[in-house]
């Protein structure tokens, strides 16, 4: 490299820092999902950092303490909500003292606020183990909750930036014309496989399966966070050889040899179907990481019939 091209290279940084702080807000997502959608929304107004790897499971996230300094900066949040970071977020935002993202301020975005929940439950026992105590908290893969989100987060960026409002609904505007777009292609997708059965390792396909017409019959957890046991696996396998299920869908996270194991008992093809964007190569952004899943799951369930 030249001298010259190492000095500009050098400006270019400077400047880049430079606008970092001369204007653009600081938005920490919890997963890399939010943090795609919120730059969608942000554009160049904007800086994200999500806190969870595309590979890390959303509820239980390894805490790094680099991550209360990172949320002590910021100057909005974007969280899932529905309870799906209680077991590692709240300790952190104690830790991180700033008012900006405490819960009711304008920098504290709640993706799951205006999203109607799936299966909250009527009465609820902790000490059973299931994690999904406020409704299922697995909402992103439905293109129309995301559409909600996105709003939640143009309508909180206003409020915290409010000299780039104009900017964040133009990017909402065109973030849903993209999404319905991709909504129209995706549905074509699955189509041909309206009413097939699936089985998941976790109860996280539940908005997916509502909106495209999907069947998902049982879980390899006997509750959401438990681990799979034998016997519930024995009941499991016999479920799926009654109603001839030929997929079971994973997550990078969740135990693949467990989904395999059952899939060798009842001749079903284990799906890798990552839910966040960068899990899977070449899926950066949300629309990325749906298209892949879709794509996957069509391709999947056709084989399979
Ligand atoms: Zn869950």
């Not at 999904?132 to 995301?146: E, K, Q, T």
Request: charged share 20%; glycine share 8%; proline share 6%.
């Amino acid at each position: 490299m030249t001298f010259l091209k190492a000095s500009l290279l050098g400006l270019a940084a400077i400047g880049a820092s430079a606008a970092a702080a001369s204007g653009q807000i600081r938005v920490v997502a919890t997963t890399p999902d939010l943090a795609s959608v919120a730059r969608e929304i942000g554009g160049d107004r904007i800086s994200v950092t999500a806190l969870a790897k595309p590979t890390e499971d959303p509820h239980f996230v390894d805490a790094k303490p680099s991550f209360v300094v990172t949320l002590n900066r910021a100057d909005a949040l974007v969280e899932g909500g529905a309870e799906l970071e209680l077991g590692w977020l709240p300790p952190l935002l104690e830790n991180s003292r700033n008012g900006k993202i405490a819960a009711g301020a304008p920098g504290r975005v709640v993706a799951s606020e205006g999203i109607r929940l799936l299966e909250i439950p009527t009465s609820f026992d902790r000490s059973k183990g299931d994690i999904h105590s406020l409704g299922n908290p697995h909402f992103m893969i439905d293109p129309a909750a995301v559409k909600i989100v996105a709003r939640n987060i143009a309508t909180h960026f206003a409020q915290v930036d409010p000299k780039s409002a104009a900017v964040y609904n133009a990017n909402l505007a065109k973030f849903n014309t993209t999404l319905d777009a991709k909504l129209a292609d995706w549905q074509r997708q699955l189509a041909p496989y309206r009413g097939a059965k699936i089985v998941t390792y976790h109860r996280d396909f539940v908005y997916l399966a509502q909106r495209f017409g999907l069947n998902t019959i049982d879980e390899l957890e006997p509750k959401p966070g438990i681990a799979p046991s034998p016997a519930h696996l024995a009941q499991v396998i016999g479920k799926m050889k009654a109603n001839n299920v030929k997929v079971i869908l994973v997550q990078p996270f969740q135990n693949r040899k467990t989904a395999e194991t059952v899939a060798r008992q009842t001749g079903a093809a284990v799906l890798d179907a990552p839910q966040q964007p960068g899990a899977a190569k070449g899926t950066d952004s949300y629309f990325g990481m749906m298209d892949n899943l879709i794509g996957s799951l069509a391709r999947g369930l056709g084989a399979a019939k």
